[in-house]
Each structure stands twice: as C-alpha cells, then as structure tokens.
C-alpha cells in the first residue's frame, strides 16, 4: 500500500508553523526603508540633500514590478496549467509556494546583502528581488510538475531559496557579477537544481500516468495566457533593477528585440522539425520565451538591438530543437523526468545567457559607454577582460550551487513523508483539490437551456 | 406563469435613458481639472510656481489607475465566472454595470467632494475615485449573482453609487477618517449592502436552480484569473490615493506582505477543515484576498511588514472559516443566499480592517511618523485617541449606511418589473444571452480533424 | 487536388530568411537614441542642459508602452479565440505576425520618420510606434481570419507595414496631422486594407467551413480576455506618444469616458436588435470597443468628457448596427468575408474618429488651449480651418492608401504557393498545427479520478 496522500494535517501545520516563524523573523529583522519610512523619507526630503516625491524609488520601480509580479502570478501559474487535469495544482501550488518563497527570500537576501544596524531594509526594490527568487523556485517546480505534494513543494522552496541567496550574494556581492535579468542566478539556478531535484525522485513508473502527461484543447490555450504573459512582460523583468535612466531603458529595449527575433527562430524550427510541418503547442509555449532568458545578464550592456536579435535567434533555435531531440534523451538516458522542459526554456538559455554577458562584459570599454560605464558596472577601476572572467565563473559558481543544493534537497525530499502521489496518480489534480464534475455539468446545461425553454420564458 | 424575462425593451430603454442623462448632466457640470486642461496646465508651468511635466498627477497616478482597472473589470469579472453556465453574465454585466457605474460616481463624488465654481473637475485621481466606488457596486454584485436581471442591476447601481458617494462623504469629509483602500467606504459598505439586498430578495425555492449553482473544472479555472489579478494588483488598489512618496510605497508594500501571508493562511485552513486535506477551490479563489482587504484603511499607516502579516493571516483565516461554516448557517437561519460568499471576502474582513485601521491610527505618533504624519493623517493639531475613535464612528456609520440602502434598494428591486429569472432559471446565461451550443462544437471537430483527413492535406 | 497545406519548408524558410534580413538591417542602420545610450544619455546629463534620470522618457513612456503590448498581443489575439477550433492559429498567428511585424515596423518607420546621420535611432517612443504599426496589421487578420496560412499572413505583414509607414509618413509629416490613437493611420487603414484583401481573396465555397465558423461557450470566455484588455488599456493606447503633461492625461481621460458610453450602448443595441432581447457576445466582444477607435484622433484634443461620451455613443450604436443588418449585406452583395467584423470595429468608427477629429481640430483656439495649442498641435501659426482641412484630407488620402494598398497584396496572396486551407478545412486548427484530442481527455480523468479511488488514496 502506498502512503496516503492526505495532506490534511501536515499541509496545514507547515504552513501554519512557516508562517509564524516567518511573522516572528520579520517582527524581529525587518523595518521600513529610507523611501517607505515616514520620519526617514521626509526628513530626508527637508534638509539638505533635498529629495522630492518623484525621485522615490518607487516611481521607478513599481511599474516594473508589477510587471515581474504578474511574470510570478500569472505567468509561470497559467503556463503550467497546460496540462489537462492539472490546472488547479498549476495555478494553485505556484500561488502558495509563491507566497511563502517571497517571504522567506526578503529574510535569506536581505539578511545577505547586508544589514543596517541589525535590521532588514525593506521597499520594492526587495520586493522585485524577493519575486526574482521566487521565479526560480517556480522553475524548477517545472520539472517536478504533477509528482510532487504541496508540502513537497514547499519544503524544496525553503532549501531553493536559501541557497539562490547564498549563490546570489556569492556572484553579485563577492564576484561583482552583472546579472540583472537573472541569466544565472535565477535561470540556470533554478534549472539545473530542479533538474537535479527531478533525477533524484525519478519515478521508473511514471508510465501509468502517462495518458493525463498531455494536454488538451481548453488546457493549452490557458497555458497561452501565461507565455504571452512572461513574454510581454520579460522586458521589464530584466530591467526591473538595473540602474535609473539609460540602463532601464536599454535593457527593457534589448529584450524586446531578442523576443520578437526568438519568436521567429521558435515557429521556423517548430514547423521545420515536424514531418508534416504543423506548428507545436509546446514549442510556441515555452522556447519563443527563451530570448527573454538569454538576454538577462547581458540585456543591460551596448548589446545592441542587433546582438540582442542574434541572441534571441540562437536561444529560440536550441529551445525548439532541445524539446524536440534532447528531453526525450534526458529521459530515457539520465532518467531526468523534466515535465515542462525547463532545460531547454531556463537552462540552457541561461547558460547561453551567462556565455554572452561574459563576452559582452569583457568587450565593454568607456569609449563606448562614457560616464554611463560605472552606472553598469559599478565603480573601481576597469579591467573588462577580468570582469569577463569573473562572469564566467560565476556561472561556474552556479552550476555547482545548482548541483549541490538540488542534490541535497532531492534526497530530502525523498523521504516518505510529505503526501507525494503514486505513479498512478501524477498528473492529477484530484489528488489534493475538491474537483468539480465536467460531464454532469454539460448534460446538465444541455437539459436545461432548450430553445424552446428559454423561447416561453422570454415571450 | 413568471413575469417574462424578454428585456427586449427595458434594457435597451434604461441604457439609453441613463446614458443620455448622463452625458448632459457632464456637459453642464465636468471640466478638465488643472492637470489636465491646457491653458492651465501650462499656465501653472510657466509662471511663478512652476510645476514640470512630470509632476503631472499623471505620472504619480495612472500606473495605479490601470492596476486598479484591471481589477474592477477582468479581476471582479473573471473571479464570477466559476459558475458553470454564467460565465457571459458574470463578465458581461459586471461590464455593463462597471461602466455605467464609473460614470455616474464621478457625478456624485465630484457633486459631494467640493465643486469648482460649480463645476466638477476630473482628472485621473477623480477616475479611481470612480473605479472603487465601482468595486463597491460589483461586491454587491458578487451576492445577488445569477438571480438578477441586468435591469435589476443597473437599478441597484444607480442607489448604491448615490449611497456610497454619501457614505463617503460623511467618513472622509466629516469625520475627517483614513481609508484610502477602502476597508470600510468599499468592502463594508459593498458587502453588507449586497448581503441586505439579497436577503430583501430571497428566493425559497432557489433549490430549483442548484444543479447549475456550482463550477465545472474550466469555469473554476477562469475564475483563477480573475483572483490572482486581483491577488497581485491589491497593492496598487489599496495605495491608489494615499499622498505622493513614502505612504504611497509604504501601502503598496503592507498590503504584499499581508497577501502573501494571508495565502499561507487560506491553504492551512481549506485543508484542514476538508476531511480529505483536500483544498477548496471556493477557499483559494476568495479567500486568500481577504489579506487585501484587511490592510485597506491602515496599510497607508506605520503597520510595518509584521503588523501587515498577522492582519492577512488573520483576515485569511477567518475567510475560510466563514465560507465553511458561516455561510450555510446564514442561508439556512438568516435566509442570505450570498452567492460568492461575499461576506466572507469583504464583510468580515472589511471590519477587520476598519478595526485595524482604528487601532492603528490610535497608536501613532508624530515620534514615529516625524513630518509624515500631516501627509498621512492630514493637516491640523493631532490627537491620537479621538482620531481612532472617529475611525471606529466611521465604521458604525458605514454599516448603518449599508443596511439602510441595502434595504431601499432590496425592495425597489422587488418590484416584479425587471425581468427577473424565475427559480427554475438562475445561474443560467441562456435567459439573458445567445448561447452557443457546446456538445455541436465539440463533435464537429472529432469529425472533422481526424488525423487521415489532416494527413491527406498536407501531403 | 487542391494545394498541400504542408509549410514545413515554406514556413521555416520565410521565418529564417526574414529574420537574417532584419538582423542584418539592424546590424547596419540601428542605433541607440539619446535615451538608451550610456553615452550620450550621461553626457547630456552632466553637461550645461541638465537632464536628470526621472526626465528620460522611458519613464513617461514604458507603463503605457506594456499596456499598448498588452493590447496586441494579449488584446489581439484572445479577441479572435472566439472561433470554436481556431484557438491556437487566433493567439499563434497572431504572435508571430506581430513579433516579425514591429522588427520590420521599427525600420520602415525609423527610414521614413527621420534618419540621424543615416542611423534610425530607437527607444521606448519607437517601440511604441513599431507596436502600433503592429496593431494595423492585426486589424487586417481580423478580416482573413481562419482563411489564410501563416505564410500568407507574413507576406501581408511584409506589404502592409510597409504602406503603413508610407501613408503614416505623408499624414504626419507631410499634411501635418494629428492622429495620436491611429483613428486614421491604424484602425481605417488596417481595417480597409483588410477588407480589400478578403475581398479579392473571396471564397465563394466558404459555407463548406460554416459549421466551423462560430463560438463555442468557453471559446467566447476567451475572446471576453482580449475584449475586457483591449477596453482597460485603450486610455494608454491612444494616449501613449501624445505629449507630456496635459495632453497624455487628457487622452486618457477622454478615452475613458467614451468606452464607458460606448459601452452602454453596446449593451442597449445588441438587445434591442435581437427578438427575445438577448444579448449577443459578438457585440459586446466588438462594439464596446469602438468607442476607444473613435477618440483615436480627437482624444488629445480638448474633446471633454462630454464630447467624448457622445462620440463613444455613437460609435457603439453604429457598431452594433454594422454587425446586424451590414456584415451579412457585404458578405451577399460585396462578397466582402470579414471574419471578426472589423468593419465594425475598426472601419466604421475609424472614419468617425477622422471626422471628429477634424472637427475638433477646426475648432480649436489658443483662448481655449493657452500655451497647450502648441503641445497639440505642433509649432508654427495656427490656422484652424485648414487644419481641419488638412484632417479631412489625410482621411481620403488613408482610404486611398489602404484600397490600393490591400488590392496590390490581395493579388499577391491570391497566389496558390502559400498553402492556404481548402475551403472545407478552414476556420481548423488542425491543418497548422498539432491538436491534442479533446473528449480522450475527458474520458479519461473520469475513469480515473472517481471519488472511491481518490478516497482510498487519501486514507
């Protein structure tokens, strides 16, 4: 007999124990920030160093956020529900451990980016940045998509993002790293640990929930709504916190070319690979999202519209053709079980991402960028073929980080005590969720609203 | 036999009438306020005062608007549609009566909130003024949903737009009262209206209808959309209106923190009042806005992060716990049939806020705030403990101002001259809606998309 | 045997081949403007004429640039989901068509509106124009709509953003008109361009797809997501490269309140046209929507709230009207096949919103605009009857442009190479793309999720 999936005690008390713990920390650690204090920001305001309200930071971020916000919500959530009987789960799960990650990563990153006289700072610049760690937990709840429990879920995401913090203090704090749009610290991070995450709960009978691993009609224009929604909005998440003025501007830009070209690199290769030329779902959903990823450590660099374009074509192209060759290899090889694919959306893009901030870095110089150098790349003194080099090891750092922490939280998450489904039973949203009948409602509204009914009603 | 429910010429007529109204009473009274008229905009810029383009309340304000449009018209809308067959009516009429009800509120705001020379001036601030009222009509939409005719709902939109306008009026203007997210004036005042209305017009035998009073798996999924824009944009809707800079970024940011503690809070308890541990998409969907609401009078204020989450725990739990074992007693005893059990959304946790937001306000302090406590709680000699208590009038006020309207308006719309749906037809869009057929489709295609078929084509 | 509807090479070949010409012309002729490049951007900051980050137009710009994208691609394309079996190719062409069409949209426009040093400069104000462009385009897909492959339609892009810039080149530049919302560049050209294409592309056999050629409930749940974005966001589209200040925020406003009224008479027409008083979904989907096309000109000019209400009126009732008695008119006598009934939408309410304009335009004055009649209307003496001239003249000179416009590339796309549908499989997803099964699904989660099987699990 396989354990019981009845999570009805130990759903509840995590997310009850979670929450007070979470509530207990941030009464302790966390306080406003100089830009949402009412004393601070006013003082501020009146002396000498006058700010006025339009200079506070959240007129520059807020939009952005939104934006990323609805990426988190909306967009990874719905993307997810292409799955015929799994829409609740997908929008569902995404909603609660999105939740419960943003929350826990204002603690893990602001207790590592530095603490202001013991405390947390916090306003919508932590905001956008809770939400980048949260989009990387919910990658990597893509390859485990339809095996796993709520409290499964929850548990990996308190090791996920632990260790994104500690990996991004790693690259940005103590490497220098210029990764705004996450390429590494939220792509490739979150890819290969949930690959990893996925290998090590591989289900050599996950056969017998075949028939629900697909989708149908209805399912797949839902998962539609979030592709165009992460894809409209890409653009602001990788300029969401790079520097005022140009750099914002330039990254939204750069993104924005390197969609529009994936986009196209996406529907040639998609027709090009199926032998009677008929469009994919899959492919359209995921891999016209990929220049979004792998413009997100070079997208705030002279990039160019032309470069970004190059970037998109190549990061589409390797998204169609790795779900097309390389997850059924990544299966039946490695036995990695990547429900959505997110090798060929996250990881490898990230890490063609990773490739070209490098080399982006490395080419960057004040003749081209003047003043606006240091606005990118910090202050300190110049040496792009070094900063080229501390970007290629930072995604080195990632990896590593990736592996471990996957690997450690695999084995965790192994353990037989969180509700996990059965091989029969992936898939299945009746598994954890009340669902409603389909075919009694049909009958029923077919019975009910004859035209000759609603004709003697109307007259 | 029923009164017929053909509005053939009532909706047309009351459309046309209300709208001709309405645009003469603009075209006596609405001017372009001074950031949005020409001559004076430009004026102000140029001379002794100067004021810069983007110090335009434009700038400050439109992002927040357009979250907050989102909101009133796809988030209240799609959140209906879990309804099996009333997904046309729930989007389509929560349309009708949202755009008829935005313009009538910018009359009866702008009327009550001070004239210009007699005139009414708007400006984008005047337009969210009119959305939350809006919002306020669309939760009483939310109680009454499925067993009202358009007519009916645009009649109660005319009473309870007047009525909030005057509610309104008396809590902000009089009692010089916080509430810029409107805990009480929009949440209170909307629930306990609609929860009066619909008890004025209860149906002993709605029974009739019950098979179609439920969701079906896609309806369940588009009502998803509907609360995670709603989840994700309360931040902009509760800092709409409140002062440029540091409150502005401050309640957008209380109220992420109480959203996302609230969700902890709503997955604990729909598993564990199930049997199963199985989750309730009625709880999800609804009940994990309550944390919105809760933080919508005091959020602008000093609750800080930690205050902000226990609030949306608080409000989270009690929300589930309502629509588990509160709404069927207030049906089966107080004869409130509360379709989307919108007491639990806005009626308890609107009090909760009001409550909140009374305590918070006795708490503060010009130590705490320093010069932002005039931008907070407005100008004048500031005295603590009255400012609460006059929070807590404000809330009396307001549910006296409900359950008087709710009254009047629940025994005009008894008047068996709307059109109406008979017992027999509620939550069914083929009374009021040309409704295509479903079963047709979906042979069709199986007929026509067999694979031989397509395969011939494109060979 | 008619033509193979096989694109396997077509496609991926046109994709590619259109791509590497477009990277190659970025490659040569794009360049950052002053706003996005580091450069430049820091130089003008630090030098004599100061401009500080919060003055870089991204941040004026960018929020109504992501409402303007979310329009098309979001808006677009979930308004024609409305088809029973077209979902995909309705989100899906119309992704691919927009993202090649606003790469191709940034260099016709950027060459005709002014090179700098031989270079077209980019930024958020061209991203804005590509995207609008774009939405010309879209209108006309509107028309062909279920009828065209998908190389067809890139072919069409090709031709009709080309004309687009054309004719948006001789009415700004060369007549000096205003025209922020495209009443006449976008909505009047797309739309009789688009007519003029189906036109000659006639399918005298197109019954045999009729029963192919309508809505299904959910696909009309979907269509209500583009319609409901389209209708929030059209204030940001016509207002998104008005000037700074008044006239943004006046464009805004003036557009909300000619949708609320257009709405309102959607509502009221689409009853009174139909026997029993029911409500029709291709109305609502459509009509309210044409009170933002109407406004597309005069929307920035001193219009008001109550001019605008009257023109959103009016819009709505011609709409209506349009879809009833004139659609099945075009299609018997013009043999005019216009799927989403863009006449409508767009033609119809596009040539009001000319004449309004130009009305509007006539009678402007500086006694009424001050220093904003500049801002408006540009630099230079003001003759106001020859500027209401010049209005009317751009009109006839855009219905010009769009009839021989859309016969030149109706000819072109008459051509039997592009593997266009049969008449009998038209309005079918199934011959572009990869369609999952439908009842299987539904069969199948019924055999397995039975309420025993789920109990004995979550024992």
């Known amino acids: 007999m396989a354990e019981s999936t009845n999570v009805r005690l130990r759903l509840p008390l995590l997310c009850i124990i979670l929450e007070v713990i979470l509530i207990i920390l941030f009464g302790a650690l966390v306080e406003y920030n100089e830009d949402t204090h009412p004393k601070q ?25 939104q934006d990323v916000h609805v990426m988190i919500f909306v967009g990874f959530g719905f993307l997810m529900t292409f799955l015929q009987r799994y829409g609740f789960s997908s929008v569902g799960f995404n909603f609660l451990i999105a939740a419960f990650s943003l929350q826990w990563a204002t603690l893990m990153q602001g207790f590592l980016h530095g603490l202001h006289h013991g405390k947390i700072q916090v306003g919508v610049t932590s905001m956008i940045n809770a939400d980048f760690c949260t989009g990387s937990v919910l990658i990597s709840f ?9 409290v499964q879920l929850l548990v990996m995401a308190i090791f ?22 996450g390429s590494m610290t939220i792509h490739t991070f979150g890819a290969y640990f949930g690959l990893v995450v996925t290998r090590v709960l591989y289900r050599p009978n996950l056969d017998k929930s075949k028939h629900r691993n697909s989708s149908v009609y209805h399912s797949d224009l839902f998962a539609m709504i979030g592709t165009i929604y992460l894809w409209m909005f890409w653009p602001s998440f990788n300029s969401a916190i790079t520097s005022y003025g140009d750099p914002q501007h330039r990254t939204a830009m750069n993104t924005y070319y390197s969609l529009a070209s994936c986009t196209l690199a996406t529907f040639a290769f998609s027709a090009l690979v199926n032998p009677e030329g008929k469009l994919d779902m899959v492919h359209i959903q995921n891999a016209a999202l990929a220049g979004g990823v792998a413009v997100g450590t070079a997208g705030e660099m002279m990039l160019t519209a032309f470069g970004s374009m190059i970037v998109g074509f190549l990061a589409g192209t390797i ?64 040496d792009p073929k070094s900063k080229g080099a501390f970007q290629a090891i930072s995604l080195a750092v990632t990896l590593g980080m990736a592996l471990f922490g996957g690997l450690l939280t695999g084995f965790i998450l192994k353990l037989p005590i969180y509700g996990a489904p059965p091989d029969t039973h992936c898939f299945e949203d009746g598994v954890y969720w009340e669902v409603p009948g389909e075919e009694e409602g049909h009958n029923e509204l077919n019975e009910v609203a004859t035209p000759n009914e609603m004709e003697k009603l109307s007259s």
Chains 1, 2, 3 share one sequence.
């Open 41 to 65: 920001w006013n003082a501020n305001k009146t002396h000498s160093a006058t700010r006025n309200d339009y200079e506070n930071e959240f007129y520059y971020r807020y939009p952005s956020f």
């Open 142 to 150: 893509g390859a485990v998509l339809g095996k796993t429990s709520p």
């Open 160 to 181: 996920e993002v632990t260790l994104f913090a500690v990996n991004e203090f790693i690259l940005l704090s103590l490497l220098g790293a210029n990764d705004a749009g």
């Open 319 to 382: 998204s169609v053709l790795g779900y097309k060759y390389l997850t059924p290899i990544l299966e039946s090889k490695l036995k990695i079980q990547d429900t959505c694919g997110i090798h060929n959306l996250h990881g490898m893009p990230g890490v063609l991402g990773a490739v070209v901030g490098a080399v982006t870095a490395a080419l960057a110089s004040s003749a081209e960028y003047g003043e606006g150098l240091q606005k990118v790349f910090g202050e300190g003194e110049w």
